[in-house]
């Protein structure tokens, strides 16, 4: 039997979502709950916003539109991811470990915190260089 068949057979088994669908199929086929995986998306696009942040932050004198796009693009992702992962610690019924995805989402809410800042200084100093010259 070959790798690619095995790796089609399980693409095309039903795929759980919770640890008790999955005590018959294996470890494998368990991608998550539905929380879990919104919170890691919450947190994904924070992180996203971070990293646009700080190079936005730190390119303001050095590109032409002085770091302004990056800036928007880092707020903008930065609240995204934040208030998705408010949003989710607000509707979570349990806690860490019952698959809601409350530590995603508080991940999320603070990296979504730093990355509206970071977007936010960077937006100010590219309207500061873009006032001194």
Do not use: H, Y
Not at 55 to 69: D, F, Q
Not at 95 to 114: D, E, I, P, S
């Amino acid at each position: 039997m070959s790798v690619l068949f095995v790796l089609a057979a399980q693409a095309a088994s039903p795929v759980c979502t919770t640890p008790a669908e999955c005590a018959g199929q294996g470890v494998d086929t368990f991608i998550g709950t539905p929380e879990r995986i919104w919170a890691s998306v919450a947190a994904l696009v924070a992180l996203g916003g971070v990293a646009i942040g700080w190079l936005a932050l730190r390119s303001v004198r050095r590109i032409g539109n002085g770091g302004r796009r990056g800036a928007i693009v880092a707020l903008v992702a930065g609240l995204t991811g934040g208030l998705n992962g408010a949003v989710k610690l607000a509707v979570a019924d349990g806690g860490l470990g019952t698959g809601n995805g409350v530590f995603g989402a508080a991940v999320a809410l603070m990296l979504g915190l730093v990355g509206a800042v970071l977007g936010g200084l960077a937006l100010a100093r590219s309207r500061r260089t873009e006032l001194s010259r």
